[in-house]
């Protein structure tokens, strides 16, 4: 495969010699492990015959196993079938495991325990492995055994309740926010496992993290100005509770515009550009606590004047006066943006079977050790014989039987 949107590296990827196990399923396990793998981690995705991932029969592109999805967070990944659920098929994976530096899983607890997978049992057979578990509710407290998916993390971490307009229904984000974030978090936790491993001495170790606590994370002070001023933070839509003028605004030529112009010396630039100088010296609205209790009134002066231009004319201005401005892009607008192209945001694969093949870019950015992606999301258990054969040295015959009994 070629690639397009990448920038050469100068040294090797700084993952390069580290071996992970991905034996999770869809996104928040799996994509801690294709973002290893994107700084050069050896991924080997261990999936049930037959069918493989989730991910890969996605219903918005199903394109024989290899969704839009799977090509994405799939990629850089070697897959391999193996059936975990019959004892031949554990016995595999603990030989896997043997070699391994890295498991990521994201089964309900216990489902490991039952099948003698459990953290006990595969430390025992490799005390440097680190174990990574990512579930809904963690490996431990009352709903520890409940099943657990991106929307009920959302609910349940205190996120999704302030999200939204006050006369609607808390609003879901479009995209799964408490898997990629927990995703991420996964992945930071096992570099930090392994720093402890190689750096420091350590022994492998046990990550144990639940959907819902990602994102309860990034809910900042919602329990604190709880428990410290009895509020309940409550939806008030696109605007910022502390920070005002701040919100979208709908322009002329009907395009969404982001304005966040809330801060003490950023709006008399604001009211310059929208000729309006007397706002910024008018009591009413001269220091952030006056602006934030006028915030409907005054927002609405700053709609009214939105919608006058046209995107183009508000970015322009505002970009002038140094405001912070910038679009709600939609997917045709992020690849005709100049400032996506220079970043090289967006970067083309040229997969073996459906040609160039477009997804994100690396993040982040490393000088000297960028991260890299090789390949698309792999076929079906197109590196059975590499790993099964190459890596634990089983014959054709082997295979062959492991074929024919349903364990790969």
């Known amino acids: 495969m070629t690639s397009s949107g990448q920038t050469p590296p100068t040294r090797p990827p700084p993952l390069t010699g580290i071996r992970v196990l991905d034996i999770g399923t869809l996104l928040a396990g799996p994509v801690a492990a294709t973002l290893l793998g994107d700084f050069g981690a050896e991924v080997i995705k261990v999936e049930q015959p037959g069918r493989g991932d989730t991910l890969r029969g996605s219903p918005r592109d199903g394109r024989a196993g290899r969704s839009a999805s799977w090509l994405v967070e799939g990629r850089n990944k070697k897959s391999i079938t193996v059936n975990l659920r019959v004892e031949a098929g554990q016995a595999l994976l603990r030989e896997l495991i ?12 216990g489902t490991l325990e039952k099948w003698g997978l459990g953290w ?14 990512v579930s809904g509710w963690g490996q431990t407290g009352p709903y520890a055994k409940r ?10 971490s205190g996120y999704m309740y302030p999200t939204g307009f006050p006369d609607r229904i808390p609003v879901r984000p479009a995209f799964p926010t408490a898997d990629y974030n927990s995703a991420t978090f996964a992945a930071l936790a096992t ?3 392994l720093y402890e491993r190689d750096v420091n001495g350590g022994e492998g170790q046990m990550i144990d993290l639940a959907l819902y606590e990602s994102m309860f994370r990034i809910t900042g002070d919602l329990v604190a100005d709880f428990t410290r001023h009895g509020r309940v933070r409550e939806r008030i839509g696109n605007r910022n509770a502390t920070f005002t003028p701040a919100g979208t605004f709908s322009t002329s030529d009907d395009r969404y515009v982001q304005i966040a112009a809330g801060g003490d010396n950023v709006w008399p630039r604001m009211a310059a550009a929208m000729g309006r100088d007397d706002l910024a010296t008018d009591k009413r609205y001269a220091r952030g606590r006056d602006r934030n209790e006028r915030a409907a009134e005054l927002e609405g002066l700053v709609a009214e004047w939105v919608g006058r231009h046209t995107y183009a004319e508000v970015e322009a201005m505002l970009v002038e006066a140094k405001v912070p401005v910038g679009g709600i892009y939609t997917a045709d607008q992020i690849v005709a943006d100049p400032h996506y192209a220079a970043r090289e945001n967006v970067l083309t694969i040229d997969d073996e079977t459906i040609g160039p093949f477009p997804m994100p870019s690396v993040v982040p950015k490393l000088s000297a050790t960028p991260g890299r992606v090789t390949a698309t999301g792999p076929e079906l258990g197109s590196h059975n014989d590499e790993i099964l054969s190459g890596l634990l040295g089983r014959s054709e015959a082997d295979l062959d039987a492991l074929r024919a009994d349903g364990v790969i």
């Open 98 to 109: 043997t070699h391994a530096d890295v498991l990521v899983e994201n089964f309900t607890p």
């Open 120 to 133: 006990d049992e595969v430390h025992a057979l490799n005390p440097a492995l680190v174990m990574t578990r």
């Open 147 to 156: 099943p657990g998916y991106d929307r009920i993390a959302l609910g349940f």
């Open 191 to 193: 570099m930090l496992a």
